[in-house]
Structure formats: C-alpha cells, structure tokens
C-alpha cells in the first residue's frame, strides 16, 4: 500500500515559493499555532469543514442530509456545531450555493505527482519544480521524503517550506531530496516564541544551524512581520546577528509583511480568534530591512 498525506491544496503555477514556475503542494497537519497564521486550515491533519457564511442562501438542505444532524438555520444562515460533525461531506455535495467545503483529502505519491506532471513543460522550461509546503510537511516525513525523490527522479527542482520543528533524523530523511530550503525564523526570544507559535525556538535555531552546516543544503529564511509581535529593532537585529554569525551571510532573506487572508479563513472555520494584527507599512518594511543589510545580508521584502 502505498504512504498517503492529508493534501489540502494544490497550486499549480506558484511563482513565490522558489525559483521558475512552481507547483506547491500544502499537507494539512503543523505543531506551531501561529496566532497570525495565514493557513489555519492546515492545523489539524484530519479533513475539516469550512463554511462560507457570506454565500449561504439559508435553503437548509445541508440540514436535511446532515447524519448527525448538528446543522440548524439561525436567521436564515446555516449553523454547525463543529464539536460533532464528522466531516462526512454530504452537506458540501447537496449545497447549491457552494457556501460549504470540506478540506482536507488523503492522497498517495502516485496522485499527487499526476498533477504536477500535467504542467512538466511550463515548469521545466521556466527552470521551476515543485514545492512541498503546508502546514508542516515534515509532520508527513515518509511521504514528503517519498514525494521529494519522485519528483527527483522526475528531473524537477524541489523546495520545501518548513519550521524545521522537527527531530534531527526527520531533518536528515526529508533535506536530502531537498534542493532549497524556504525556512523560517519568528522571533529569536525562546519564550516570546513559545507565546506566539506555541512551541519553543531552540530545535528550529539549532535544525538551521544544522541544515547549514552539516548537511550543506541552501536555503532562503523567511521573516514574517507581524507588527507588535516580532517587528522591533532589538528581535530584528537578534536575528540578524544569527543568521550573520552562526549561519552565514550567503544566506537570502526574504521579509513576509503580515496579511489578513488567515483572518476570513479563521471564521469559515468557525475560530473565533478575538484579536487582529496590523499590516506593516512600506516604510516600517523598509527600516527593518535596513537593519538587516547593516549586517551584510542579502534581504527582500516580499516573497
Ligand atoms: S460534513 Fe457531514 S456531519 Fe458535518 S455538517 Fe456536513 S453533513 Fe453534517
Ligand atoms: S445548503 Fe448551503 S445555502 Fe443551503 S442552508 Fe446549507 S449552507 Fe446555506
């Protein structure tokens, strides 16, 4: 039988996640809950319900098939208590206002390297590959291990997007199919990370350090800026000094500006997050990466 991961999107024709035109494939399971993530969907590992209140008609056809019966209309709208639906499905497929959507699908290697290969020209000749993003992929380390020499093997350029939370022997399974790393750094103070991702930062600083130079795979580090929870000049310049001296200054920067999109997402998953984060202005953005080139890195605001 062969080794299947929960997939939750395909994106054929990415152009931000590595070099050439690109498909990135987002596995649905991550051990961090970064309060301003942009994939919430991808938390769990299990197939989920998402609902798209702004274009329910309330015709309460999805409370008629329902199994568990857990769906009720509330001034027109559909409502779903979440605590006991099974994912089962049959309120997406009778919905005519497709205002439901169940994400979240097991597939094999097989499967998911058809799709890629139905762009194999566009990718080869834009110098792309594929990427392997998520969630966090090395939570499905067989199956991204298995991915990642298929498309090898495949000819394609592979890249993978990750927290690097992970164990040293997963790190080594995963990065030697891996031609580029997309890694991430949130913020350099290990309980100020643990308030804001939920886990601790010594793996993930320690798996950079390793992955750089041990195993001599490149990569790039992503800076997310989230205004308030890792912008100021003391966490900026914290981590400027560790990618300049315990890693080294050939390594790319790219500065990722907080978004709203996990915001929407958040409530057609029904999480209710009572808080919100700004959006960092151009100037702001800019400041920072001035910081970050006085310590002679290379840095890109933007993915
Ligand atoms: S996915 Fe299934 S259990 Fe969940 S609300 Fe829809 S019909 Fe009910
Ligand atoms: S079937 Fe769709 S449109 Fe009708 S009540 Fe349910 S979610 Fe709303």
Redesign the pocket.
Known sequence: MQITAPVFNIQGYSIHDGPGIRTTIFLKGCPLRCLWCANPESHSPLPQ?MFYSGKCVGCGK?AD????K??TLQDNIAA?NRAL????????NICPAEA?E?VGKAMTVDEVMEKVLEDKLFIESSGGGITVSGGEPLMHPDFTEALLSTAKANGLHTAIESSCFASHSVIEQVFRYVDLGLLDIKHMDSAEHKRLTGVPNETILDNLRYIYHELNVPFMISLPIIPGCNDSHKNIEATAAFIANELGKDVCLRLLPYHRLGEAKNDSLGKDMNFSFSIPSAEHMQQLKNILESFGLQVQIGG
């Open positions: 319900l999805c098939v329902c199994p568990t857990v769906i779903t639906c099974i994912s089962c499905g049959l309120c997406v439901r169940i």
